[in-house]
Structures are given as structure tokens and as C-alpha cells.
């Protein structure tokens, strides 16, 4: 069975970094059928795509995130890992880690087929 499990602080200071690992287990990452994505919901708000990271280790960004979003991977261990630099309270939200079929855009949510469960992350001082 495929499971994606979330971790990293769940409080983070304006204009520090944001840091999650996703650890996949049941897959693996560099399967060339599925990517793996990061994906974000604030509060009172739909879900947005924040990026992906192929087969290869090729990552994709939101364009209106990209500027100050890093998406990388670790093989070995089987996870991958979000970098989101100079965060804002607007940074607020569950973010998600899951997995995405090659078939479909990585914006659509009815792509993926297997999510983590999702961790609070707050920026606040």
C-alpha cells in the first residue's frame, strides 16, 4: 500500500524558510507513471499545486510561486522535500504532499491518487 507522510515544523517566523519532507513508502519516487507534488490549502480557500518532481529529479513550479519555491529529492531514503524561502502569514495553510498520475496536469486534483494525511504550517512571529 502506498502511504505519503508529511513532517517539518509547524511554526515558521516572516521571512524564514519553510521546510517539509514528504517520506513515500509503497512506491517509489522514480517511477516514470506518477509524479510527486506539493500542494497547499489555506484556510477558507481551494487547494493550490505549489510543484512537482519527476522520474528524473526535473522539478516544476507554480509560476506564481516559483521565484521563491525549491523542490529536491532523496533516493535513498525514498522521500522528497519542500524549500519555500521568505514566507509571509499569506504562506498560512495544510500543505500536502501526494502522489500525481503522469496523465494528468499536476493542477488538476483529481489526478492524484494517494495524498498524506497534511500538516498545519503557520507563519506568525
Known amino acids: 500500500q502506498v502511504q505519503l507522510q508529511e513532517s517539518g515544523p509547524g511554526l515558521v517566523k516572516p521571512s524564514q524558510t519553510l521546510s517539509l519532507t514528504c517520506t513515500v513508502s509503497g512506491a517509489s519516487i522514480t517511477t516514470d507513471r506518477y509524479y510527486f507534488s506539493w500542494i497547499r490549502q489555506p484556510p477558507g480557500k481551494g487547494r493550490e499545486w505549489i510543484g512537482y518532481?519527476?522520474?528524473?529529479?526535473?522539478?516544476y513550479y507554480s509560476p506564481s510561486l516559483k521565484s521563491r519555491t525549491s523542490i529536491s529529492r532523496d533516493t535513498s531514503n525514498n522521500q522528497f522535500s519542500l524549500q519555500l524561502s521568505s514566507v509571509t502569514p499569506e504562506d498560512t495553510a495544510v500543505y500536502y504532499c501526494?502522489?500525481?498520475?503522469?496523465?494528468?496536469?499536476?493542477?488538476?486534483?483529481?489526478?492524484?491518487?494517494?495524498w498524506g494525511q497534511g500538516t498545519q504550517v503557520t507563519v506568525s512571529s
Open positions: 518532481i519527476d522520474y528524473s529529479g526535473s522539478s
Open positions: 501526494a502522489r500525481g498520475r503522469v496523465s494528468s496536469p499536476p493542477t488538476a486534483m483529481e489526478g492524484y491518487d494517494y
